[in-house]
């Protein structure tokens, strides 16, 4: 009938000037560092005026950011935003993690929200950094000391090979003749063996570690790189 028809054209008209797609709220998957220094790759903790991205779905429409309760002004700390990343700067007066409760990151749309966590906001002196190597021709065998600060419970030291791969170094140990057999890593200095049969290049030291915040009760790796060095055999 010329009812039934009416109708539904009315139907159509106000789908077409009002919003027939389907609503999708935020969803976080990962977030990275997003700085020059930094590989991209999934992180679990961040320091103040570091510049972070998150990954996900339905960031159009965005309207607020939040960590750890503290409000992030998205007109002067938004760098990029799209359907799927947000990259923003973290202020620094952000809230640390200084407990369970403050270990996460809310984005609001509007069509919803979304958490990412558990993720960590670090004191900045507590910030880990390379800032040295005592050679830039590694002979194998010898011992390597890469210097910096804040390098506790390092695990792994990796040295850039050619093709972008890396070699994983083992720890330098005490001389087995000397009457003091206590570790050679200091917060300020690791000291690693250079490894043989590879060929060095041009490229960063990687560290990783493996740290637990026992105020937070909350395991986590985080990686450290030097600048681009020089390596040659």
């Known amino acids: ?33 997003n700085m020059t220094a930094f590989p991209v790759q999934p992180v679990q903790s961040a320091y103040p005026k570091q510049t972070l991205c998150l990954y996900g779905s339905g960031f159009t429409g965005l309207t607020g950011i939040n960590v750890n309760g503290t409000d992030i002004d998205v007109s002067t700390t938004l760098v990029y935003d799209t359907d799927r990343n947000i990259t923003f700067r973290l202020p620094e007066d952000v809230e640390l993690s200084t407990s369970s409760d403050l270990m996460y990151i809310k984005v609001y749309t509007a ?5 990412y966590s558990p993720f960590l906001i670090r004191p900045l002196e507590t910030k880990p950094a390379l800032t040295s190597v005592s050679s830039l021709i590694l002979i194998p065998g010898t011992v390597l ?7 506790e419970d390092v695990a792994e030291v990796y040295l850039p090979l050619t093709y972008g791969e890396k070699a994983l170094c083992e720890f330098a140990k005490p001389d087995p003749d ?39 009760n909350f395991s986590y790796t985080e990686k450290v790189y030097s600048d681009f060095y020089n390596f040659s055999n």
């Open 1 to 33: 009938s010329n009812t039934r028809y009416m109708v539904l054209a009315m139907a159509v008209a106000a789908c077409m000037f009002s919003s027939c797609e389907e609503v999708v709220a935020p969803e976080i998957d990962q977030g990275w560092i």
């Open 111 to 115: 069509s919803g929200e979304a958490e």
């Open 145 to 151: 000391t890469i210097g910096g600060s804040n390098l």
């Open 178 to 216: 000397s009457e003091d057999q206590s570790s050679l890593q200091t917060a300020e200095a690791i000291k690693v063996v250079v490894p043989s049969d590879v060929d060095f290049a041009r490229g960063q030291i990687e560290v990783v570690m493996h740290k637990t915040d026992s105020v937070c």
